[in-house]
Protein backbone atom coordinates (compact mmCIF):
# COMPACT_ATOMS: atom_id res chain seq x y z
CA UNK A 1 0.00 0.00 0.00
CA UNK A 2 1.43 3.95 -1.00
CA UNK A 3 0.94 6.83 1.06
CA UNK A 4 -1.86 7.42 -1.33
CA UNK A 5 -4.09 5.00 0.07
CA UNK A 6 -2.96 5.42 3.84
CA UNK A 7 -4.43 9.27 3.17
CA UNK A 8 -7.72 7.68 1.75
CA UNK A 9 -8.10 4.93 4.31
CA UNK A 10 -7.47 7.54 7.44
CA UNK A 11 -9.90 9.33 5.83
CA UNK A 12 -12.76 6.61 5.49
CA UNK A 13 -11.87 6.31 9.13
CA UNK A 14 -12.45 9.86 10.78
CA UNK A 15 -15.72 9.88 8.88
CA UNK A 16 -16.97 6.78 10.10
CA UNK A 17 -16.18 7.95 13.41
CA UNK A 18 -17.31 11.55 13.35
CA UNK A 19 -20.86 9.70 12.32
CA UNK A 20 -20.89 7.41 15.10
CA UNK A 21 -20.31 10.33 17.58
CA UNK A 22 -23.08 12.33 16.16
CA UNK A 23 -25.41 9.45 16.10
CA UNK A 24 -24.80 8.60 19.61
CA UNK A 25 -25.21 12.12 20.93
CA UNK A 26 -28.20 12.30 19.11
CA UNK A 27 -29.50 9.59 20.97
CA UNK A 28 -28.15 10.73 23.90
CA UNK A 29 -30.05 13.82 24.52
CA UNK A 30 -33.37 15.35 23.07
CA UNK A 31 -31.66 18.79 21.76
CA UNK A 32 -32.60 18.10 18.71
CA UNK A 33 -36.13 17.93 19.17
CA UNK A 34 -36.49 21.81 20.98
CA UNK A 35 -38.43 23.23 17.82
CA UNK A 36 -41.15 20.73 19.25
CA UNK A 37 -42.03 22.67 21.95
CA UNK A 38 -44.89 24.61 21.72
CA UNK A 39 -48.57 24.83 20.58
CA UNK A 40 -49.49 23.39 17.18
CA UNK A 41 -52.88 23.61 15.33
CA UNK A 42 -53.59 20.73 12.73
CA UNK A 43 -56.20 19.44 10.95
CA UNK A 44 -57.70 15.89 11.02
CA UNK A 45 -58.67 12.97 8.11
CA UNK A 46 -62.19 14.33 8.81
CA UNK A 47 -61.69 18.07 8.55
CA UNK A 48 -61.57 18.87 12.60
CA UNK A 49 -59.05 21.42 13.63
CA UNK A 50 -57.07 19.53 16.25
CA UNK A 51 -54.53 20.94 19.02
CA UNK A 52 -51.23 19.62 19.96
CA UNK A 53 -49.06 21.44 22.62
CA UNK A 54 -45.32 20.06 23.79
CA UNK A 55 -43.94 21.17 27.14
CA UNK A 56 -40.52 20.27 28.20
CA UNK A 57 -40.86 18.37 31.37
CA UNK A 58 -37.40 17.85 31.92
CA UNK A 59 -34.27 17.40 30.10
CA UNK A 60 -35.21 13.67 29.60
CA UNK A 61 -38.86 14.47 28.80
CA UNK A 62 -41.17 16.19 26.34
CA UNK A 63 -45.54 16.00 26.99
CA UNK A 64 -47.83 16.36 24.36
CA UNK A 65 -51.70 17.12 25.08
CA UNK A 66 -53.78 16.95 22.24
CA UNK A 67 -57.10 19.08 22.53
CA UNK A 68 -60.10 20.30 20.17
CA UNK A 69 -62.79 22.69 21.01
CA UNK A 70 -66.34 22.30 20.80
CA UNK A 71 -67.98 25.78 20.83
CA UNK A 72 -65.96 27.53 23.13
CA UNK A 73 -65.07 24.09 25.56
CA UNK A 74 -62.47 22.79 25.35
CA UNK A 75 -61.86 18.84 25.18
CA UNK A 76 -58.93 16.89 26.00
CA UNK A 77 -57.74 14.48 23.38
CA UNK A 78 -54.49 12.42 23.88
CA UNK A 79 -51.47 12.48 25.61
CA UNK A 80 -48.23 11.07 24.73
CA UNK A 81 -44.67 12.05 25.44
CA UNK A 82 -40.97 11.70 24.43
CA UNK A 83 -38.64 10.43 26.69
CA UNK A 84 -34.95 9.70 26.80
CA UNK A 85 -34.12 6.46 28.65
CA UNK A 86 -31.27 4.25 28.77
CA UNK A 87 -29.28 6.41 26.25
CA UNK A 88 -32.17 5.70 24.05
CA UNK A 89 -35.01 8.25 22.90
CA UNK A 90 -38.99 7.01 23.01
CA UNK A 91 -41.65 8.08 21.81
CA UNK A 92 -45.01 6.54 23.81
CA UNK A 93 -48.73 7.30 23.38
CA UNK A 94 -50.12 6.92 26.96
CA UNK A 95 -53.64 8.06 26.37
CA UNK A 96 -55.10 4.80 27.51
CA UNK A 97 -52.79 4.35 31.00
CA UNK A 98 -53.54 0.22 30.75
CA UNK A 99 -51.60 0.07 27.40
CA UNK A 100 -48.43 2.09 26.35
CA UNK A 101 -47.98 2.33 22.99
CA UNK A 102 -43.85 2.72 22.82
CA UNK A 103 -41.83 3.40 19.67
CA UNK A 104 -38.11 3.46 19.60
CA UNK A 105 -36.18 6.42 17.99
CA UNK A 106 -34.58 4.46 14.56
CA UNK A 107 -33.04 8.11 13.22
CA UNK A 108 -32.84 11.39 14.96
CA UNK A 109 -31.31 14.51 13.17
CA UNK A 110 -31.74 18.50 14.37
CA UNK A 111 -35.05 18.57 12.01
CA UNK A 112 -36.49 15.39 12.09
CA UNK A 113 -36.65 12.15 14.35
CA UNK A 114 -37.87 8.68 13.44
CA UNK A 115 -39.42 6.00 15.88
CA UNK A 116 -40.49 2.52 14.46
CA UNK A 117 -41.87 -0.43 16.42
CA UNK A 118 -42.81 -3.48 14.40
CA UNK A 119 -45.22 -5.14 16.88
CA UNK A 120 -47.68 -2.10 16.83
CA UNK A 121 -50.48 -1.64 14.70
CA UNK A 122 -51.76 -0.30 12.09
CA UNK A 123 -48.68 2.06 12.58
CA UNK A 124 -45.54 0.96 13.21
CA UNK A 125 -43.62 3.59 12.06
CA UNK A 126 -43.91 7.53 13.16
CA UNK A 127 -41.69 10.49 11.78
CA UNK A 128 -41.99 13.77 13.13
CA UNK A 129 -40.01 16.47 10.28
CA UNK A 130 -39.94 20.11 10.67
CA UNK A 131 -40.67 22.35 7.71
CA UNK A 132 -39.84 25.24 6.62
CA UNK A 133 -42.58 28.46 7.74
CA UNK A 134 -42.62 27.16 11.57
CA UNK A 135 -44.48 23.91 10.24
CA UNK A 136 -44.08 20.19 11.12
CA UNK A 137 -45.40 17.07 9.70
CA UNK A 138 -46.15 13.87 11.92
CA UNK A 139 -46.17 10.74 9.37
CA UNK A 140 -47.63 7.58 10.18
CA UNK A 141 -46.56 4.31 8.52
CA UNK A 142 -47.91 0.99 8.73
CA UNK A 143 -48.79 -1.85 5.83
CA UNK A 144 -51.84 -0.22 5.02
CA UNK A 145 -52.10 3.25 5.02
CA UNK A 146 -49.71 5.82 5.33
CA UNK A 147 -51.43 9.48 7.16
CA UNK A 148 -49.43 12.84 7.03
CA UNK A 149 -50.53 15.46 9.96
CA UNK A 150 -49.11 18.96 8.82
CA UNK A 151 -48.96 21.02 12.09
CA UNK A 152 -48.60 24.97 12.16
CA UNK A 153 -47.27 26.64 15.11
CA UNK A 154 -49.69 28.76 16.72
CA UNK A 155 -47.43 29.72 20.05
Known amino acids: MNFRHYKILACCLLLFTLKACTSNQNQNSLNNLDWLIGTWQGQSRSGNVFYEEWIKES ?20 SSK ?16 SKQLRWKATDVHP ?9 IKPYSRITFSLSAQNTWDATLT ?8 SLKRIR
Do not use: R
Open 59 to 78: PTEFINHNYHFENDLKIKGG
Open 111 to 119: ASVAFGNDS
Open 142 to 149: GPKDTITY
Open 82 to 97: IILQDNHIYYINDTDS
